[in-house]
């Protein structure tokens, strides 16, 4: 009895982290050439920011097919911490919810609340492995006197407190929490909600849970509009965590969030903000269908495994 209540309670962390964590492996690539898209305004100011395939391309030709997958242990180092957080503690956060307004569905205010909490937690708590993997994803793209050369996700991890301080290690955590809040109320609540939407069209009563089709209608919505939401606060994380001191004047350069968000205007205007948009939607949208599509039916086999 006393397992059963465990293995409930731990459902939604250990079958969101699982499903986070498989997603995050398949979409590494894109979610490379994303950052490098990211920081190519950075180094390159006023030049036009190659394209995703090309960038893959330069990848594979110049480094290696192996290039394409520089940092998956941090990518899934992160994913075991962030993602099983995020995902856990939002259906948590919702179930009181649900429970508290007596098993009735609850409203989408409630669901970005859920969203917005669960994903500022998890934050705080997975940002070092955020930063070990936009540097081991930024590192070869350096100039070769400039790379950092980091072995593995614990080497950067190691070196970055010993070499920089562990306060290094949450560099462009406000930046970091805001987009942990924007993606998973894009993500999270936009799924819950638009799920009751695609049902409701569908005609799919969700009595043994979603159908396929209304599975599929909802989880792309939800990858659009997590896209769409944390973008902007996406470009300014990796370029806080990826940037280096001048080696002149030893002076970073961004102070803080909004000397970034300044510089990022004045130098590549608005739509800066939405560099790599290509990449990064290609990212989301396959990373969050892959997390909700496969969640149901982890969920399934665990209920089936542990209390069913």
């Keep these: ?24 492996v398949v979409i590494h690539p894109i979610d490379l050439a994303k950052v490098r898209m990211q920081l190519f305004g950075q180094s390159n100011p006023g030049k036009r920011c190659p394209s995703f395939p090309t960038i893959i391309s330069h990848m594979i030709r110049n480094e290696g097919f192996l290039s394409i997958y520089k940092g998956v242990d941090a990518a899934i180092g992160r994913q075991m911490v962030y993602g099983t957080a995020r995902i856990g503690l ?36 997975g940002t070092p492995f955020d930063i070990a993997l936009v540097r081991l994803q930024s590192d070869s793209s350096a100039p070769p006197q400039e790379r950092r050369n980091y072995k593995n996700v614990f080497d950067a991890l ?82 806080l965590m990826a940037q280096k001191r001048d080696p002149k004047t030893g002076l970073w350069p961004y102070n803080g969030i909004i000397d970034c968000t300044v510089k990022v205007v004045r130098s590549e205007g608005p739509l800066g903000f939405f560099s790599g948009f290509s990449a990064y939607y290609g990212r989301c949208a396959p990373h969050a269908m ?9 969920t399934t086999a665990y209920r089936q495994a542990f209390y069913k």
């Design 1 to 24: 009895m006393v397992e059963q209540v465990l293995a409930k309670r731990m459902e939604p962390f250990v079958c969101g982290g699982s499903a986070a964590t498989f997603a995050s």
């Design 90 to 125: 939002h259906r948590t956060f919702s179930d009181m919810l649900v429970e508290m307004n007596d098993g009735n569905p609850i409203s989408f205010g409630q669901k970005t609340l859920s969203g917005m909490a669960s994903g500022s937690i998890a934050v705080c708590i």
């Design 158 to 239: 190691i070196r970055t407190s010993k070499e920089e301080g562990v306060r290094t290690l949450y560099k462009g955590l406000l930046p970091n929490v805001l987009r942990g809040m924007a993606m998973n109320v894009g993500m999270m609540a936009c799924y819950d909600q638009a799920k009751e939407m695609v049902a409701t069209l569908m005609n799919d009563p969700m009595t043994n849970g979603p159908s396929l089709a209304t599975r599929l209608g909802a989880s792309a919505a939800a990858g659009f509009t997590a896209a769409l939401f944390s973008l902007p606060f996406d470009l300014i994380k990796s370029r």
């Design 290 to 298: 892959i997390i909700l599509l496969l969640i149901e039916s982890i």
